[in-house]
């Protein structure tokens, strides 16, 4: 399998990944908190930087942005994790859901980018999970995916 096809595989993924927590959002009423926005964004990012080095000249390029994007998700979600292992502990209304509700990607897509819920209350599982548990799953799996694209060997060009 080829870089190319890989980092466009990502890209889908981190896409449908998105469409997940929409549905969870605008289907089960799921609201989302600061953290979880943020997991979006950075989930964004990695298929932006998949996209781009999946239609550039450098696939390795797009896999490093691809790798920030992925290391950035887990320290997000980690804090997410230890919020909800430490309950007295929140990041429910506080000046960061304030200024991520600011930004103009939330001022104009709200139905995306809006922080509205606590997130201590992101406990609803799937599949024996909580939904932060699954996102850290999840970025694991793409820094894993990104590292992979970036260590290997190129293929051979073909004539």
Partial sequence: MNSR??????????LL???????LQHVKDLLPCP?????RYLFLAVA???L??????KPKLGA???????????????????????????????????????IPTATYMPWLFQADGL???????LLGLSIPQWSAVWFVILTGVMIWVLVRNPEPRRA
Avoid at 119 to 125: M, P
């Fill in 64 to 102: 490093g942005i691809g790798l920030a994007a992925a290391v950035g998700g887990l320290g997000v979600v980690g804090k997410h994790l230890y919020v909800l292992a430490n309950p007295g502990f929140s990041c429910g209304i506080d000046p960061m859901e304030t200024m991520l509700n600011k």
């Fill in 35 to 39: 953290l979880c926005v943020i997991q």
């Fill in 17 to 23: 990944l998105i469409g997940a927590a929409l549905y």
């Fill in 52 to 57: 781009v080095g999946a239609f550039g000249r």
């Fill in 119 to 125: 997130c201590e209350n992101a406990t609803d599982g």
């Fill in 5 to 14: 096809t890989i980092l466009l595989s990502t890209a889908a993924v981190c």
């Fill in 48 to 50: 932006i930087g998949c």
